[in-house]
């Protein structure tokens, strides 16, 4: 094994303050809506998804959660009364979580703001080409970090690597239909 050069150890570095800085940096531009970074992306794939519905499982692979913490929030949403918990009809050994009225205001009240977070401190400090690279060395990242491809982002990766301009039908895009499309049995379940 090779020491890291000093290239590599400033990128390293640079990506862990990445991951540190950026969820909190969203939390902020979320609080007037009161949720954080991680809730709204459990509202948003609920909002996007067949009847406002999905399977825990579904939505922890969809979020990129594990199924502990994925559940550990969506109880928080269910007190805060922005979703609602319930076995799911087609396999009572499942649950589902079910976006409320208030959840659907609370997301659409909240997405301008996360669009314009992540415009400020993300896209906007791309050049020209950037976020297509942006998005090509995460996921060359995410495929070493996810080989079993557990997460709905690295999934189906021949889908978005075959043009990656077509973002209907990758997974990675969060308003992609290719799950509805799949959704077989429980429709709150696209991986069925």
Do not use: W
Not at 71 to 86: E, M
Request: net charge negative.
């Amino acid at each position: 094994m090779h020491a890291l050069s000093h290239e590599e150890r400033v990128a390293i570095a640079r990506l862990r303050a990445l991951l540190e800085l950026l969820p909190t940096a969203l939390d902020r531009h979320l609080v007037e809506a009161g949720v954080t970074a991680f809730e709204f992306s459990l509202l948003e794939a609920l909002a996007e998804a067949d009847g406002n519905r999905m399977r825990l499982t579904a939505l922890a692979a969809r979020t990129n959660a594990t199924l502990p913490r994925l559940s550990r929030v969506v109880s928080g949403l269910a007190q805060k009364g922005l979703v609602h918990k319930a076995a799911c009809e087609e396999d009572g050994r499942a649950t589902n979580a079910l976006l409320t009225d208030e959840g659907a205001r609370v997301y659409a009240r909240s997405r301008p703001g996360f669009d314009a977070a992540v415009r400020e401190m993300i896209l906007d400090a791309l050049e020209p080409g950037g976020v297509k690279r942006l998005a090509d060395i995460s996921y060359a990242i995410l495929g070493r970090l996810d080989p079993d491809r557990r997460m709905a982002v690295t999934a189906e990766a021949d889908v978005c690597a075959a043009d990656p301009a077509d973002a209907e039908g990758c997974p990675a895009d969060p308003a992609g239909e290719q799950s509805a499309a799949r959704a077989q049995g429980c429709p709150a379940d696209p991986e069925v």
